[in-house]
């Protein structure tokens, strides 16, 4: 249980950081260094939740 709680969490945390990036892209200035490092934070929750679920 606590694992899909876990889960449910880093879940919630990756729709979020997807979220900012949308509303970084959407502005006309976009800070690229930022936006790469709001990629590499989804793609990390993205590893982990993914290897949470294989251990279930």
């Known amino acids: 249980m606590a694992t899909e709680a876990r889960i449910k969490e880093l879940d919630a945390r990756h729709n979020q950081l997807d979220a900012r990036i949308e509303e970084t892209l959407k502005q006309p200035s976009a800070d690229t260094l930022q936006l790469a490092n709001l990629k590499k934070q989804k793609l ?3 590893e982990e ?8």
């Open 44 to 46: 990390k929750l993205k």
């Open 49 to 56: 939740i993914e290897r949470l679920r294989r251990r279930q």
